[in-house]
């Protein structure tokens, strides 16, 4: 089936601890997403990449770090830099940036103990 | 600047009641405007989308209107279900880097 697989669904850090999440795409998609989700909050866009081996900042980029080393891969790091890391992350993923429908991955509960 | 407001939630009501979650928007030119649904502990589906002016999308039920006049794109269906209970979001882009998304309005449907 095509889809966004993301991984792990939930993960525990320590202070002071980097960690990575997965984000897989087959769709075939250009476009790539991460958002950020608070309690009773709408989403924040973290980092967004248009095409292989470029990616940008989005509102909330300070404390992570992406890469985009290959078109169906879009891992995030959050690193001990992020304050307040603790939320529900979203990776998401488009066709291109022209204003086509964005598809979500099932997303990952990151929770800082 | 562009922005999406959304009426405040929980709403709550019964099931087989008619559904309205109201959505405004500030923007320049034309933005294409869409709802998402956010099922517990799940990520975002589309849920209907309407790229000009007076354009209804529709799906599963639900149907809103693209209301320039207005700047509107009020979500409504004609009897929920219990499995409708969700988190509904309202955004409009230009381009999918310039996502502007609405905090988002809970919806409980009681049986």
């Known amino acids: 089936d095509g889809g966004i697989t993301q991984s792990p669904k939930y993960l525990f850090r320590k202070e002071g601890q980097n960690v990575t999440l997965s984000c897989e795409q087959n769709?075939?998609?250009?476009?790539m997403y991460w958002y950020r989700q608070d309690p009773g909050q709408g989403l924040r866009l973290i980092y967004y990449s248009q095409i292989v081996n470029d990616f940008q900042k989005g509102d909330i980029a300070e404390g992570y770090s992406v890469s985009r080393e290959k078109k169906e891969s879009f891992p995030l790091t959050v690193t001990s830099a992020q304050k307040n890391p603790t939320a529900f992350y979203l990776c998401?993923?488009?066709?291109?940036?022209?204003?086509?429908?964005?598809?979500f991955g099932e997303g990952s509960w990151l929770t800082v103990v | 600047g562009n922005s999406v407001t959304q009426m405040e939630g929980p709403v709550t009501l019964s099931e087989e009641a008619f559904l309205t979650i109201n959505c405004t928007y500030t923007a320049t030119g034309y933005p294409s405007l869409f709802w998402y649904v956010q099922y517990p502990g799940e990520g975002l589906q589309l849920l209907l989308k309407?790229?000009?002016a007076d354009d209804k999308g529709s799906n599963k039920g639900f149907e809103a209107t693209y209301r320039k006049e207005t700047t509107s794109f009020h979500l409504e269906k004609g009897s929920v279900q219990v499995s409708d209970s969700a988190v509904y979001f309202c955004?409009?882009?230009?381009?999918?880097?310039?996502?502007?998304w609405g905090a988002g309005t809970k919806l409980i449907i009681k049986p």
């Open positions: 309407a790229t000009k």
């Open positions: 955004a409009l882009s230009r381009s999918n880097y310039q996502l502007i």
């Open positions: 998401a993923s488009s066709i291109d940036g022209a204003g086509n429908t964005i598809y």
């Open positions: 769709l075939n998609h250009d476009a």
